[in-house]
């Protein structure tokens, strides 16, 4: 059965993201608009638009659902993003930027291969173009499995047309409003996860009655390895655990759909502020995510698929109309990577 409210809620969501695309169209008048927004982003279109590109469907859903299989351990998590947004933000960011702006490139292969010559550069250039397109296409083919979980669960609507759904939307406000349309989706896209991402999380660990109240009920229902926070491993293979959990992080400065924010940002001063508010947003969105899944572990013991323990949570707790929201905030993370 359709959930009609939930359903409304994303339709005018989505127009939203359609009508911003059409804006965007207006402030669009030439290659460098069209793939870097003029080169004219401030701080916290850089940020946020950053930010939620790196974020897929994995930020709400694979982290909570860690969260909730895992116990404590799973508090690993949030350093190892860390550590990659401060490596992108920190040595990343500002070369990319300032090498972009020297050379004119206006796509991450033409900046890498800029010092080539001509036959070198043509084949440098095909060879990066499958190997990118073949990587993504794995990875935006994940992005919508996520896609057709979310509407599943909150709208009863079939994987294959919610896949058909979201792709339909991703494309229009891409090729119409360019680049401008996609950092502005993101930026808004990035606000709605922020919203979700702190205040259920916070409703859950005021309702369960604070942070020790949290951790000793996790240590009273779950196993020795859900109370640890090394889960299943001891001694070195407890510290190989935590070093491979934080080296996850590593990932981020090499998606080439993030980088491009770097390159569109208007100066160093961007960089500079978009580092403290992308990290910030990381904080909240990975640190309320694996709070909810150590919060409904403790609530609920009978989620069958853990991915899937943000929807439990918000449609137990709360109507429909937020379940639209959090429906709604799942594709943003999606829709923002794809």
Known sequence: VVNQEALITIIIYNFLLIAIGFWAKKRTSNQDDFYLGGRGLGPWVTALSASASSSSAWSLLGVSG?????????????????????????????RLMEISQKTGAVTLPELLFGDFNQKEKIIL?????????????????AQFQGAGTAFSNALGISQDLSIIMGA?????????????AVSLTDTIQAILMLVVALF???????????????????????TEAEGSLTGIYTGLMGLGFIIGTISI?????????VVTRFMAAKDIKTIRRGRIIAIA???????????????AKVMYSTVSDPESVLFFVSQRLFGPVFAGIITAAVLSAIMSTA
């Open 168 to 180: 339909l939307v991703i494309l229009t406000y891409t090729f119409i409003g360019g680049f401008w």
């Open 125 to 141: 250039l095909r060879l990066t173009t499958i190997i990118i397109t073949c990587s993504l296409i794995v990875y935006v083919a």
């Open 281 to 295: 947003w990381a904080t909240v969105i990975f640190g309320g995510m694996i709070l909810l899944g150590l919060c």
């Open 66 to 94: 860690a969260a909730y299989v895992w116990g404590l351990s799973a508090v690993w998590l949030l350093p190892g993003v860390l550590v990659g947004y401060v490596v992108s933000w920190t040595w990343v960011a500002p």
């Open 200 to 222: 259920l999380p916070l409703m859950l660990l005021i309702f369960i009655g604070g942070f020790d109240v949290l951790i000793s009920s996790i240590k009273a229902i779950g």
């Open 249 to 257: 992080g590593f990932g981020y400065p090499g998606q080439p759909f």
